[in-house]
């Protein structure tokens, strides 16, 4: 039982790439989140969607843009990264409460 | 837009009962208040979920006043491994908007 998973685990940039984060989810929850934690923080919301075909704003949304591509896939791109961009990426999904959380992506930009 | 406050550490010793207070005023009628337990280099995990009074499992029990203002964790007879940070979260719905409000973690230290 996968749960949620979040490709790639670890990813470094050059400032001014574009990277997409790829999460995905099997146990077919109508809601999938994406947060970044800097170190030492608690969890701040970028993007989410309620259900398949929609997307909102969430705390920090600056910098990214979200796809809802499926019911079970939800992808978070920066496309032009910056180096405060640099923090771990959390997917997770529910319906309603409580939220699975993924392993988390290491992303480190330059 | 609500906000949650929790103590930002904590220490106890093995055995010992900790308790861990979450303080969310302009919580929502419908919103639970849901508590995780992360250890580093991993997400979050779920510990317990409740809407009001009392909640219990086999890990922990949540303690809910009348009023919803705050919520508290407490972890019976703690062990080493529960050297973790602890998070409350409180959903909150702003406008056409679902806001969730997490507070900043408690990091508790278990000592032996």
């Known amino acids: 039982n996968a749960g949620v998973t979040q490709t790639p685990k670890f990813q470094v940039l050059k400032t001014g790439q574009s990277m997409t984060l790829q999460c995905a989810q099997d146990?077919?929850?109508?809601?999938m989140y994406w947060y970044r934690q800097d170190p030492g923080m608690g969890l701040r919301l970028i993007y989410y969607?309620?259900?398949?075909?929609?997307?909102d704003k969430g705390e920090v949304p600056n910098g990214y843009n979200v796809s809802r591509l499926n019911k079970r896939e939800f992808s978070l791109r920066l496309e032009s990264a910056a180096p405060s961009q640099t923090s771990v990426y959390f997917c997770?999904?529910?319906?309603?409460?409580?939220?699975?959380f993924g392993d988390g992506t290491r992303l480190s930009i330059l | 837009l609500a906000k949650t406050t929790q103590p930002i550490s904590m220490d106890s010793y093995e055995g010992q009962e900790v308790n861990i207070t979450c303080s969310h005023n302009?919580?929502?009628?419908?919103?639970?208040i849901t508590w995780y337990q992360q250890f580093p280099s991993q997400g979050p995990r779920f510990i317990i979920q409740?809407?009001?009074?009392?909640v219990t499992n086999e890990v922990a029990s949540l303690f809910i006043p009348a009023d919803r203002k705050s919520s508290t964790l407490s972890l019976p007879r703690v062990s080493l491994s529960d050297t973790a940070v602890y998070y409350c979260?409180?959903?909150?719905?702003?406008?056409?908007?679902?806001?969730?409000?997490w507070g900043a973690g408690t990091k508790l230290i278990i000592k032996p």
């Open positions: 997770a999904s529910s319906d309603y409460q409580p939220q699975h």
């Open positions: 146990m077919n929850h109508n809601s």
């Open positions: 969607s309620a259900s398949e075909g929609t997307t």
């Open positions: 302009n919580i929502a009628t419908n919103d639970y």
């Open positions: 409740g809407y009001k009074t009392k």
């Open positions: 979260l409180v959903g909150e719905s702003m406008d056409s908007n679902y806001q969730l409000i």
